[in-house]
């Protein structure tokens, strides 16, 4: 990913990474016509992204979290959600409800 930048109050970025760490995004998260319903941070540290409406098995892209808060500055709020926790909502004016999620493998033990 080439170098930009971001319209973004340092103030606000309270993630513990930088504003160019990519996530996997699905296809329509930058999609104006949409908005994005559920964001998962993996136990891995990953954050990955879904807009509303299912992605029909597209494959997720890899956009930076920065142009993510850009577009949809109540990402910004999740900062501090913990590694297995998802947070989701039904409508794009919704608060965020957080939850932890099960794991998908299972090579826990
Ligand atoms: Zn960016």
């Not at 990955?48 to 979290?65: E, S, Y």
């Not at 949809?72 to 999740?78: A, F, M, R, Y």
Request: proline fraction near 6%; glycine fraction near 6%.
């Amino acid at each position: 990913m080439s170098e930009h930048t971001h319209n973004i109050n340092p103030e606000e970025w309270k993630f513990e990474f930088a504003l160019n760490t990519l996530a996997y995004a699905s296809e329509k998260v930058m999609d104006p016509n949409y908005f994005i319903e559920e964001v998962y941070h993996d136990q891995d540290g990953d954050w990955q992204l879904f807009h509303n409406g299912g992605d029909a098995g597209t494959p997720p892209k890899l956009i930076c979290m920065g142009c993510i808060c850009e577009g949809d500055p109540s990402i910004l709020k999740l900062y501090d959600m913990p590694k297995g926790w998802f947070a989701y909502r039904d409508r794009v004016d919704q608060a965020w409800t957080r939850s932890p999620y099960e794991r998908q493998d299972d090579d826990s033990d």
